[in-house]
C-alpha cells in the first residue's frame, strides 16, 4: 500500500471518530442578504427553465405543455437544499478532509466517465455518469475539490509562493492531472474555468508576477494546441469570429445567441412569449443559454436585475474573505466565492457572443442535477465560514465587555 493511500485510510479512520456534523455557532449571524439573492435566482431561474422547456417534447417533439424538465429542475433545487443544510452544519474537521481529499476522489469519476455501460455521450462528449436513477457530471465535483485543495495549498505554503520549484510545481502537478483528464472528454469550458480560478488564486496568494505571465502564456498555448489539432474546437472558433457569414453551420449558435439576447429589448416579450427559442433556434437553452432566453422573455429590466443580484454574491463573499482570520478559510471563501461568480461572467459573455462557445451552466438559473447540487451546497459552505466569523466576532464583543 503506498503513502498515500495510507494517509487516505488514517485520515478516514480519524474522521470516522471526529464529529462530522456541527451545532451552529452560537451568536454567529446568518448571511440574509446572500441567501436572499440566491434564493431569488433559483425563484427566476425555474420560471425561465420552465418558459425554456414548456414547448419541448420528451423526444424532441413540439407539445402544448411539457412539465417533465421542470418537476426534474425542482428535485434537483430540493435535493440542494439537503447539501445545503449538510454543508451548513459541516464541522470544519470536514471541510480541512474534504480540501485535502475531495480532489483525489473526483479522479476516479473523472475516469469513470469512460467506462462501458456506465458513462454517457452526448453531442460528442464523454461527460456525465449514468447511474440509473440519476445522472451525474464529474466536472462539477472536480471544481469544488480543485478550489477547496487550492486554499489548503496555499494556505500550507504561502511563505514559499515566490519559489515556483516548491511553491507552484506540486500544485501545478495536481492541476495537469485533473485538466487533462478534463480535455479528454473534452470538457474545455470546465478547464477554462479551473485555469482561471487557479491563475486567480494564485495571484492574490502573493505569487510573483513574472510567474502569472508564464501560467496564462501557458494556457494560451495549450488552448492553441488545442484549436490546432481538434477541427470541432476551431471551427467553433471561426464561427464565433464570423457568426453572421457561418450562422448556417459552425456559426449558429454565436449569431442566434446575439439575436436573442438583443430581441427582448427594454421589458421584454414575456414568460413563455420568446419565439426565438421556443422555434428551436438555440439547442441547450435551458442550461448553456438559459442568460438568453432571460434576456428575451425579461429583457433589458430583467437582466439588470439578475445581474445585481450576482453582484450581491459577489460583494458578500469577498466581504467575507476580509472577515476572515485564518489562512485556510480566507482562501476557502474566496475559492467558494469564485465558483459561484466565475461561471456566471463566462456563461453570460459566451451569450453575448464575447466568448467562444463553451458548456458552461449559469449558477442558480441553468437546468442541472450535479450543477445545482454542488452550487447550493457551494452556498451551505460560505455560510458556515459566515457564522463561525461572525460568532467569533461576538464573542471578542463580549469579552472585551466583561473585562
Known sequence: MGIRAVRFMSSIRRLRHARPWAPLPAGGRFDLALFGA???LMGVGTMVVFSATIHMGSEGTEEVLHTGSLLRHVISIGGGAIVFFLALHASRNVIRWTSKWLVW??????????????????????????????????????????????????????????????????????????????????DVGSVVLIAGLAVMMVMVGGTRLRYIAYLALTGAAGLGGILIFNRVKFARLVGWLYPNLTFLGVGHHPHFAM???????????????????????????????????????????????????YMVIAIRGFALVRRCREDFVRFAAFALTLLLVLPTLIHMMVNLG??????????????????????????????RIHLEETARDAQNVRAEAGG
Not at 500550507?156 to 479528454?184: E, M, Y
Not at 422555434?279 to 445581474?307: K, M, N, P, R
Not at 451552466?361 to 460560505?382: E, H, K, Q
Open 259 to 309: 439575436r436573442l439576447t438583443t430581441a427582448g429589448g427594454p421589458i421584454g416579450q414575456g414568460l413563455g412569449e420568446g419565439q426565438g427559442h421556443s422555434l428551436g433556434f438555440l439547442t441547450q437553452s435551458s442550461t448553456d443559454f438559459i442568460f438568453t432566453v432571460l434576456s428575451e422573455e425579461l429583457g433589458f429590466v430583467g437582466v439588470a436585475c439578475v445581474v445585481m443580484l
Open 105 to 186: 476522489m473526483a479522479v476516479p469519476l473523472l475516469l469513470a466517465v469512460w467506462l462501458p455501460g456506465m458513462g454517457r455521450q452526448e453531442l460528442g462528449a464523454s461527460r456525465w455518469i449514468n447511474l440509473g436513477f440519476m445522472t451525474i457530471q464529474p466536472s462539477e465535483v472536480a471544481k469544488v475539490g480543485v478550489a477547496l485543495f487550492l486554499a489548503r495549498y496555499l494556505a500550507n505554503r504561502k511563505s514559499v509562493l515566490r519559489d515556483w520549484k516548491i511553491g507552484l510545481l506540486p500544485g501545478a502537478g495536481v492541476l495537469a492531472v485533473v485538466l487533462g483528464l478534463l480535455l479528454l472528454q473534452p
Open 38 to 40: 440566491a434564493s431569488a
Open 354 to 383: 464575447m466568448l467562444p462557445t463553451k458548456g458552461i451552466a449559469c449558477p442558480f438559473l441553468s437546468f442541472g442535477g450535479t450543477s445545482m447540487l454542488v452550487t447550493l451546497g457551494t452556498l451551505g459552505l460560505l455560510q
